[in-house]
């Protein structure tokens, strides 16, 4: 991707449109991620989607096993267009296959499960990589997530109730999360090349005859 092509599809865009995306961009992280294991109702898909997208989550990984990832485009309100998916629904076994990319790019994988030797959340180190992983409802992380992950996670609570809906618990990992990542000294920004990438991928999903002009542009008439 180049400064070029950039450059051209930034014609067919609001001058707000180009100043958005300069400011959003230079909030997005890939430093923390979020992985939904089966995840299965969409309201809750969706909720999830919107929180970490607000909270400048780029990458979203999509373990689909016994259930597709669906949204509901209501709830959704255009946030899944500005993220990066990762979809693992063609393997044996998809959650191993997420957890290995993952683990290649360097990530941390922390689960989100009540067990008893779970860091509470006030007291995760973020220092590394980490991505956190929300199960399904109502039975949480899979075996293979557990067997795989490299800790996990637990929301402190002092009330009666022991558990949170599936979305409101990331919604409160992510929000905590990303704030103690951007009061830190970690360098969690993108680079420079990622950034440009990415504003091309959303210009070209802004621009509706985006795919004419970047073939125009491969073959130099324009």
């Known amino acids: 991707m180049s400064e070029a092509l950039y450059k051209i599809l930034c014609e067919h865009l609001t001058e707000r449109k180009r100043a958005l995306f300069d400011s959003v961009v230079n909030h997005r992280t890939r430093h923390l991620t979020l992985v939904m294991e089966d995840v299965y109702q969409t309201h809750n898909s969706s909720a999830i989607v919107r929180s970490m997208e607000s ?14 990832f669906n949204l509901h485009r209501r709830i959704a309100r255009g946030a899944y267009d500005w993220l990066t998916l ?17 683990k290649k790019k360097g990530y941390r994988i922390v689960a989100t499960a009540l067990h008893e030797n779970a860091i509470p959340l006030t007291e995760l180190d973020i220092t ?28 402190p609570m002092y009330g009666f109730t022991e558990s949170l809906n599936v979305s409101v618990a990331s919604a409160v990992i ?25 504003k ?14 970047v073939e125009m542009y491969e073959k130099g008439e324009i």
């Open 55 to 68: 909270w400048g989550i780029q990458d979203l990984y999509a373990i689909e096993n016994r259930n597709s």
């Open 200 to 213: 091309i991928e959303w210009a070209r999903r802004s621009i509706y005859w985006s795919d004419h002009i």
């Open 174 to 198: 992510m929000q905590h999360l990303a704030h103690k990542m951007r009061n830190s000294d970690i360098q969690w920004q993108l680079s420079e090349e990622e950034k440009l990438a990415l």
């Open 86 to 102: 990762h979809q693992y629904n063609d393997h044996k076994n998809n959650t191993a296959a997420c957890v290995e990319d993952l």
């Open 128 to 155: 590394e990589k980490t991505a956190i992983v929300m199960g399904t409802e109502i039975t949480g992380v899979s075996d293979t997530m557990k067997e795989m992950a490299d800790a996990n996670v637990v929301i």
